[in-house]
């Protein structure tokens, strides 16, 4: 995959000057070399160990001369509470802080750290100076545990880092009668995002330019390679390939000073009559090479595909979450085999921009849905099959009308079980989906787009979206059975 950031940690041993400063610098050596047992290279470590303003300027400019864009304040004691703040402030890119337990209880006295004391008045420090630092469900332990830590906090880091040089390309307003993805883009700035928004005409005019370019041959051949038996409408790739062109060297052309790029795209009404296609493989093909494209112009879409691709460091796929699973298609195909409820299931959908390498199988049709108003020749693009069975994470990033950032996240399974319908399809099931879906997806008013992570990855989710600045009250969660909701009537 490209387009992903990477992410260099330093780590920084902090010691109180009424401590041994060797208690600190020994281990902090004890962890690095924890960390390049278990996860092999890609710490640095900075040696000066901080007691003072002075030693903070020293480690800031040696971190920074090193290329490190992401820090670990390590308190091998009690530490400096005033340098180790101010180094976070100093250093502007995603920090976090941990400390060391103490090593045994034969050498207590002149052995004794107080790292445990030293995180309450780190933490304290931050808050005075408005400064935020990722800080560990439990932040102290031996040289292995603080090693797992700084492994856990690597996708945090990865995420914050991409997003401060990400830039998200758009065209074209959304759809008519399509407020659904409607959001300000207000937060975008907040959180370090640049966003470039196009006409369609300015996208119409570059295909054009790319008619008979030659390196179509070469992109239709690797589209053959792709599909393979699944290459359904061998007479659509050249256009396909066309466009596929004209988005990469866009990107090319735009990004400008950013680093990293997403799309936010249109895909109807008068794109299948203009372009003569629909753009939903090349959709899959970008997202699966770590440029995630969202359909119907979905900004906050992309922004939360290009988080779960960072952290998960694979593709991701949009969907709308989309239908019910049928009583008689359940209880022929579900019921008494995956333990989850019929309203614990339903159909994420979307026409077929999932890559294929998270179909169980793929052919590429014309949009069917489309094709009811349209001549079926201008709605072929799609890349259609069942999504792969295998663990999930739902989630969404999302702006209010009024510009304030919430979120979602949900995790669950897509089920080893035919749809028996169209499109990019699976049957999901995530516990108490039912509940989850009136008391957060409806009661906050999401729109019905959410990106799929394949995978397990709802704890370093949620520390990415309170590390960026969503509030732990908008940041929301398939709560279990007997955890209610605030809207939910307990009486029912």
């Given at each position: 995959?490209?387009n992903m950031?990477?992410?260099k940690?330093?780590?920084v041993?902090?010691?109180r000057d009424c401590?041994?400063?060797d208690?600190s610098?020994?281990?902090r050596?004890a962890?690095?070399?924890?960390?390049a047992e278990?996860?092999g290279?890609?710490l640095?470590e900075?040696p000066?160990?901080i007691?003072?303003?002075?030693?903070?300027r020293k480690?800031?400019a040696?971190?920074?001369a090193?290329?490190c864009?992401?820090l670990?304040v390590y308190l091998?004691n009690?530490?400096?509470?005033?340098?180790?703040?101010?180094?976070?402030?100093?250093?502007?890119?995603p920090?976090m802080?941990?400390?060391?337990?103490?090593e045994?209880?034969?050498?207590?006295?002149?052995g004794?750290?107080?790292?445990?004391?030293?995180?309450l008045?780190a933490?304290?420090?931050?808050?005075?100076?408005n400064?935020?630092a990722?800080?560990?469900?439990?932040?102290?332990?031996?040289?292995?545990e603080?090693?797992?830590?700084?492994?856990e906090f690597a996708?945090i880091?990865?995420a914050?880092v991409?997003?401060h040089?990400?830039?998200?390309?758009?065209?074209g307003?959304?759809p008519?009668?399509?407020m659904?993805?409607?959001?300000p883009?207000k937060?975008?700035?907040?959180?370090?995002?640049?966003?470039?928004?196009n006409?369609e005409?300015d996208?119409?005019e570059?295909?054009n330019?790319h008619?008979?370019?030659?390196?179509?041959p070469?992109?239709?051949?690797?589209?053959?390679?792709?599909l393979?038996a699944?290459?359904?409408?061998p007479?659509?790739?050249?256009k396909?390939?066309q466009?596929?062109l004209t988005?990469?060297?866009w990107?090319?052309e735009?990004k400008?000073?950013r680093?990293?790029?997403?799309?936010?795209?249109?895909c109807?009404?008068a794109?299948q009559t203009?372009?003569g296609?629909?753009?939903c493989?090349v959709?899959?093909r970008?997202?699966?090479?770590?440029?995630?494209?969202?359909?119907?112009?979905?900004?906050?879409?992309?922004?939360s595909?290009f988080i779960g691709?960072?952290?998960s460091q694979?593709?991701v796929?949009?969907?709308?979450i989309?239908?019910?699973?049928?009583?008689?298609l359940?209880?022929?195909e579900?019921a008494?085999k995956?333990?989850?409820?019929?309203?614990d299931t339903f159909?994420?959908?979307?026409?077929?921009?999932t890559p294929?390498s998270k179909l169980?199988?793929c052919e590429m049709?014309?949009?069917?849905?489309?094709?009811?108003?349209l001549?079926?020749e201008?709605t072929?693009?799609?890349?259609?099959?069942?999504?792969?069975?295998?663990?999930i994470?739902f989630?969404?990033?999302?702006s209010?009308s009024?510009?304030?950032l919430?979120?979602?996240?949900?995790q669950?399974?897509?089920?080893?079980?035919?749809t028996?319908?169209?499109?990019?399809?699976g049957?999901?099931?995530?516990?108490?989906?039912?509940?989850?879906?009136?008391?957060?997806?409806?009661?906050?008013n999401?729109?019905?787009h959410?990106?799929v992570?394949?995978?397990?990855?709802?704890k370093?989710l949620?520390?990415?979206?309170?590390?960026?600045?969503?509030?732990?009250?908008?940041?929301d969660?398939?709560?279990?059975?007997?955890?209610?909701?605030?809207?939910e009537?307990?009486?029912a």
């Amino acid at each position: 995959m490209n387009n992903m950031p990477k992410e260099k940690i330093a780590v920084v041993a902090v010691s109180r000057d009424c401590f041994p400063m060797d208690l600190s610098v020994s281990r902090r050596k004890a962890v690095i070399a924890a960390y390049a047992e278990k996860y092999g290279e890609g710490l640095y470590e900075c040696p000066v160990c901080i007691e003072n303003e002075i030693d903070m300027r020293k480690a800031l400019a040696d971190v920074k001369a090193a290329g490190c864009n992401a820090l670990v304040v390590y308190l091998g004691n009690f530490g400096p509470e005033t340098p180790e703040t101010l180094l976070i402030k100093e250093f502007d890119g995603p920090a976090m802080i941990i400390a060391a337990a103490e090593e045994t209880g034969d050498n207590l006295v002149g052995g004794r750290g107080d790292a445990y004391c030293g995180v309450l008045n780190a933490s304290y420090n931050l808050k005075l100076r408005n400064l935020k630092a990722y800080i560990p469900e439990y932040p102290v332990g031996t040289a292995q545990e603080c090693a797992d830590m700084i492994a856990e906090f690597a996708p945090i880091a990865r995420a914050v880092v991409g997003l401060h040089s990400l830039k998200i390309i758009s065209f074209g307003p959304r759809p008519r009668d399509f407020m659904a993805c409607n959001a300000p883009i207000k937060q975008l700035f907040n959180l370090g995002v640049e966003i470039e928004e196009n006409s369609e005409l300015d996208l119409f005019e570059a295909f054009n330019n790319h008619a008979g370019d030659e390196r179509i041959p070469s992109v239709v051949a690797d589209m053959e390679a792709e599909l393979g038996a699944g290459n359904k409408k061998p007479e659509i790739l050249p256009k396909l390939a066309q466009y596929e062109l004209t988005l990469l060297d866009w990107i090319e052309e735009h990004k400008g000073s950013r680093e990293h790029v997403v799309i936010a795209g249109k895909c109807w009404p008068a794109f299948q009559t203009q372009f003569g296609c629909v753009p939903c493989y090349v959709n899959s093909r970008l997202t699966r090479r770590g440029i995630p494209v969202s359909c119907e112009v979905d900004i906050y879409g992309a922004l939360s595909e290009f988080i779960g691709t960072v952290v998960s460091q694979d593709a991701v796929t949009l969907l709308d979450i989309n239908n019910t699973v049928p009583a008689d298609l359940y209880q022929s195909e579900i019921a008494g085999k995956y333990g989850c409820t019929q309203k614990d299931t339903f159909m994420g959908f979307h026409c077929g921009n999932t890559p294929s390498s998270k179909l169980s199988f793929c052919e590429m049709k014309y949009q069917f849905i489309m094709a009811r108003s349209l001549p079926e020749e201008v709605t072929q693009g799609t890349l259609e099959g069942d999504i792969v069975p295998g663990p999930i994470t739902f989630y969404r990033l999302q702006s209010t009308s009024d510009s304030r950032l919430r979120a979602y996240i949900a995790q669950g399974e897509v089920l080893p079980v035919a749809t028996r319908s169209f499109g990019g399809i699976g049957i999901f099931a995530i516990p108490e989906m039912g509940r989850f879906y009136r008391h957060v997806l409806i009661e906050k008013n999401y729109p019905h787009h959410g990106a799929v992570a394949f995978g397990h990855y709802g704890k370093t989710l949620y520390e990415v979206f309170k590390y960026i600045g969503v509030e732990l009250s908008e940041i929301d969660f398939n709560r279990p059975k007997g955890m209610l909701y605030p809207s939910e009537n307990p009486f029912a």
